[in-house]
T-cell receptor, first 117, second 116 residues
Framework: AQSVAQPEDQVNVAEGNPLTVKCTYS??????LFWYVQYPNRGLQFLLK??????LVKGSYGFEAEFNKSQTSFHLKKPSALVSDSALYFC???????????????FGAGTQVVVTP | DAGVIQSPRHEVTEMGQEVTLRCKPI?????LFWYRQTMMRGLELLIY????????DSGMPEDRFSAKMPNASFSTLKIQPSEPRDSAVYFC??????????????FGNGTRLTVT
């Protein structure tokens, strides 16, 4: 069974400071890892993904994430946060190679990011 | 590309009534997913389709819930009869066929259902 954990319900950061949103996962085999963002009254929007290759993945809006296999983590980072980054962020994992991996994407509970001016 | 289109955006109904949620996926996407989002349970996958065929409906909570995809450009999620505990935001998402399943999901803006 696969699972994903986002240990923080909320992250508060001042504008201009670095932002980190934590994610750890558990899967059998190699993972596909994703980050999504949700703004109020909107659907989830894809930010970035890790499939294979370089551990540091760059995505939309200046976000990046680092895959760490030994720590089974995929933390989302942004060097300088903006007020407009305030939103709900979801980490998701899909197991590679299982018969149902094509469809099932396991989402974390979400982390609310609040960026203050 | 208009993205995934869901209707209605808001639905308020009384307990016992039938509710039908609609979704138009992105053209060319082979997978369609229905999710439910609540504060208590987060995001839950209800059912997904591949090429209009239901693949996994194990997330459908009860027989009151049913989903169809009569063609590649339209899907419905029906609740009959509706109950207050069905109140949630329902999302439809679609995804193209990606090599090994690495394609991201594209979400609609959801339908906020309130059952009184």
């Amino acid at each position: 069974a696969q699972s994903v954990a986002q240990p923080e319900d909320q992250v508060n950061v001042a504008e201009g400071n670095p932002l980190t949103v934590k994610c750890t996962y558990s899967v059998s085999g190699n993972p596909y890892l994703f980050w999504y963002v949700q703004y109020p009254n909107r659907g989830l929007q894809f930010l970035l993904k890790y499939i294979t290759g370089e551990n540091l993945v760059k995505g939309s809006y200046g976000f990046e994430a680092e895959f760490n296999k030994s720590q089974t983590s995929f933390h989302l980072k942004k060097p300088s946060a903006l007020v407009s980054d305030s939103a709900l962020y979801f980490c998701a994992v899909r197991a590679l190679g299982t018969t149902d991996s094509w469809g099932k994407l396991q989402f974390g509970a979400g982390t609310q990011v609040v960026v203050t001016p | 590309d208009a993205g995934v289109i869901q209707s209605p955006r808001h639905e308020v109904t009384e307990m016992g009534q039938e509710v039908t949620l609609r979704c138009k996926p992105i053209s060319g996407h082979d997978y369609l997913f229905w999710y439910r989002q609540t504060m208590m349970r987060g995001l839950e996958l209800l059912i997904y389709f591949n090429n209009n065929v239901p693949i996994d409906d194990s997330g459908m909570p009860e027989d009151r819930f049913s989903a169809k995809m009569p063609n590649a450009s339209f899907s419905t999620l029906k609740i009959q009869p509706s109950e207050p505990r069905d109140s949630a935001v329902y999302f439809c998402a679609s995804s193209p066929v990606g090599a090994g399943g690495n394609s991201p999901l594209h979400f609609g803006n959801g339908t906020r259902l309130t059952v009184t």
